[in-house]
């Protein structure tokens, strides 16, 4: 009946509490986690037998709520903090009950807790002048709320601190009937005064968006205490884990029976296209910027549900967890998307993954693609190869300090050779390319990766 769509960012301690409050209501049926690239344990932590975890497609809360609404399976949907452990317990039935009643299409919360400076000192004023109707919403930036899908359809998905206004004035220019309910009191952590500088631009800036029929001398001094700044690139830092062994795989044909790309033509009926891009061009970058555009309108979810319609490999599960037992840090690098490996990481429960970067918009493919600098070459390849998934990997053994004569590496085509030859031991996984079988310390024949475990 309800959807419950947590987005996280390093919230290893506090997500499992949440997830096991809201699992205790009858009414929710779906729960999914839409992780923002954590680099803690939240992930972990958030795997229980009823939980969905995703990979957002896009840094950016605003991205993970838009990312879960489409992934979402129910009309009702429910947004949580993942950081707040002092919900009431009967935190989903004051949220839905307005909407189950058929009394509202949105809900926003309000709790006992002071409001925030910048709810007082940016959102009411704004709100207030600009938007009179909605002045009366006690904490209008209350991220915990619930909504029609139907609605949520419609609006846009801001993807900074401005979400949570953004959806409310959204939904107001929808004629959405709006309640606002008490949850009590919350406790939850104070922003430093660096990110209140931040968060208050970015919700006057949603709210000035959506002002276009104020008066433009109006606008013009509103804009004054509103500077729109970009999202702030994610900066990688993965702490050394100290584990000194690593396994890698390829995905097409290797993890997956067959190609995700393939899959995805089939599907969306584009395979000519497909073949002449793959026929008549050479060079791997030119290739793989061409592919994407291909791609371009699909959203989020019709992407994941071509990959879930793929086999795998029967013990492939089976295997890795054998290997993390055995102190084995588990990935995958392939020329694929990141959006799709990130998918199988959340599913298989493996540590990382390296590919392409498909670009999104408001959760949809916007035909670009971006390629990690790890699969450039550098005066320190071994190859001559402009892009290599051998420097991808040697990039992750530095990452993990591991030396890349403890990587056993796993792969099905040309692509993959550099990889397994420079490797400590490298696999040819029903591979139909001569020189791979060659180059491969072992080469396996059937579609199961249990001979692996040979080498624990």
Known sequence: MVTVIIP???EQSTISQVIQLIS???LVT???????KSLDSTIENARFSNVKVYT???????ASMRDGMLLANNEIIVYL??????YPENIIDILVSPIVKDESDFVKSFFSRQAGRVTELVAKPLLSILFPALSHFTQPLSGMIAGRKSFFEKVTFENDYGVDIGLLLDMFRLKARIVEVNIGHIENRMHSWEQLSKMSKEVSNAILKRAAFVQQTNLEVLENISLIRDQMDFAIKESL???RKMLIFDMDNTILHNSFIMALAIKFQFTDKLVGIISENSNPYTRTKLIAKLLKSLNIRQLLEVVDTIPVVDDFEKVVAAFKKNGFICGIISDSYDCVTNHLVNKFRLDFSIANELEFSQSVATGEVKVPSVFIRTKESLCNHDFCKANAMREVARRYNIDVKNIIAVGD??????MIKDCGIGVAFCSSNQMLNLVADKTIFQKSFLPLTEFL
């Open 241 to 243: 884990v100290g584990l």
């Open 30 to 36: 779906e729960i999914l986690v839409i992780d923002d």
């Open 8 to 10: 996280t960012l390093n």
């Open 413 to 418: 085509n040309e692509n993959d050779i550099c």
């Open 81 to 86: 903090d993942a950081d707040i452990i002092t």
């Open 56 to 62: 957002s497609t896009k840094l950016g809360k605003g």
């Open 24 to 26: 205790a209501s009858s």
